[in-house]
């Protein structure tokens, strides 16, 4: 029994030790940004709440009480969290009317048939707030909560929601703005109603869920929505923190509350927290809030064991740096699995944070800087790990050495780069770079591009050959390099379609479209058809090679890391296309890549 008490002891000692480590890391920061912002003037900055509903409709029934009841209890629980982590007077400031939440009503210009989910219904309305709002809110330099009443009850009793739900892109320090749905049975008040059911459609797709579970879901992913409104990044719990529950910017919109009804609720983790004290809602100053805030990042280092993964660095801006989120996310998942853990940045700007938790396969390390005045700012490194979560360090130096070699041929620096070359492979004879390295000692920035009909050897590299015609969606095409030399761009200079390195290649900003005269001579084409590393999540393209005229191979649409390989027989082929589209309905970062193509006899 001693035993069993003693080992409880010890548990208890450990867990309030973990939190205790928590708490100063989070206080030490805070003294930090107090400090920065001591002898700023005070402001009075609120979040504010907009109600939008259509021409055609009213707003939902009892909106006013409801609004004031969900609002306030998210305040609750970000001022609760706040306080467990250890921020002190730092309440979520909010506009109030009284006792009352302040809601700025909005009537739409169209009828409910005019609004729906997607980003352009949401920078519609709030293009509409902004027109019927003016002198009142400035969507410019202020901090949104927007809740539409895009909901109607249908005549099998079932909802309809087609509201915006999202954070718009592009919150920081200076601005941000959310939406989400208002509905009639949404009330924090039906939070325990476990025993009754609610239908309801969203996205065209029936639904299911006591009514308990869809306040849970829909109230917070009106806190969920709320944080990416001030700024903050999805991101999850680390295995020591599940007894917490869930992170609120990870899943934790499926959780909020459900400590109500027994189970394990929702928590904000000590990274949300920490981006959250520099926000000037909570600083309540403006200083350097509105200056364009810039990083350098250098001296990085990356050392480790087993799944340990330490970066050590420096840092240097024009506005104070106090922290640096290192984040572990994994390839896809829109970075709802990103693990996270929080430094704080030395007053030198030398900082150190060790990242203990991956995921097998390929991963993503960013660092997230916080600065004082609000901003962020992040730079981001490549790696994978093995089946056991162990992270290849060797992989991560070789990405250092990719960003160096790119800084000097983006620079014209070829000698340097050459220099760099050799002595990094010197050092690291183990690593995967030996292509590029090869590739950068024998780079010839002055190659000619040649007639492929004098071709006499057996292949040829068709970025090597002259075109018939090319055309761009975008900028202008490039040949063996993603960006030429002494470009004044900064967006890498390797072409690398999927992140595989190819030292021959042709890229084009999709729509493209590349045409060679074969003149029947050749017998095969090969390549490899791929997203240029670095490419957003939501870009694609699709890889379309014809012969004349006549469609001799279609890629599906590919995305960020996936590449298709191109072998398809020519003979006889007089002309040859080779063609990309985009595979969404707008061009934005469609870097398509045809790497190594290739024509042989």
Known sequence: MLKYALAICL?????????A????????????????????PKEDLKLRVVYFYPADREPQANYRERVNRMVLDIKDFYDTEFARIGLTDSPLPVEMDGDELKIHMVKGAENHDGYGYDGSYGRKILREIGQQLRGTVDPDREFLLILCALCDKQEDGRYKIYSPYYGLGGANQVRGICFAADCEMLDTLNLTKTKETFRYNEHNRDQQRTLADFNTVFIGGMAHELGHGLSLPHNRELPSEKPKGTALMGSGNYTYRAELVGKKGSFMTLASATRMMCHPLLTQSNKQRFERTSLDVADIEFSGSGKALTVRGKVKSNVEPFAVIGYSDAEGGNNYDAYQW?????????????????????????????????????????????K??????????????????????????????REFALQYLKQNPQSQLKPMLEYVEGFDANKKLVNLAQVMESEAFLSDVEATSSKVGYGRPTRNSYLPV??????????????????????????????????????????????????????????????????????????????????????????????TETGENNINGCWSVWGSPKVSR
């Open 11 to 19: 548990l208890a000692i450990s867990a309030y030790s973990v939190q």
């Open 21 to 40: 480590d928590e708490t100063s890391v989070a206080q030490s920061l805070q003294a930090r940004v107090r400090a920065f912002h001591a002898d700023a």
């Open 342 to 386: 929080t430094s704080e940045v030395a007053p030198d700007g030398t900082f150190e944070v060790t990242l203990d938790v991956h995921k097998p396969g390929s991963n993503v390390l960013r660092l997230s800087f916080c600065h004082a005045n609000g901003a962020t700012s992040d730079v981001s490194y490549g790696f994978t790990a093995n």
């Open 388 to 417: 056991q979560g162990e992270p290849n360090i060797l992989a991560l130096k070789d990405g250092l050495a990719i960003a160096s070699l790119e800084k000097e041929m983006l620079s014209g620096n070829i000698t340097q780069a």
């Open 486 to 579: 002494r470009s004044r761009q900064d967006g890498g200079f390797f072409l690398r379609p999927g992140g595989q390195f190819h030292a021959k290649g042709m890229y084009a900003h999709a729509p493209s479209q590349f045409t060679f005269d074969l003149n029947g001579r050749w017998k095969r084409f090969t390549a490899v058809a791929g997203m240029q590393a670095g490419v957003r999540e939501s870009a694609s393209a699709i890889f379309i090679v014809k012969g004349d005229g006549k469609e001799l191979f279609r890629s599906s649409k590919l995305r960020s890391t996936n590449v298709e390989n191109v072998d398809i027989d020519v003979t006889g082929i007089k002309q040859l296309e080779l063609i």
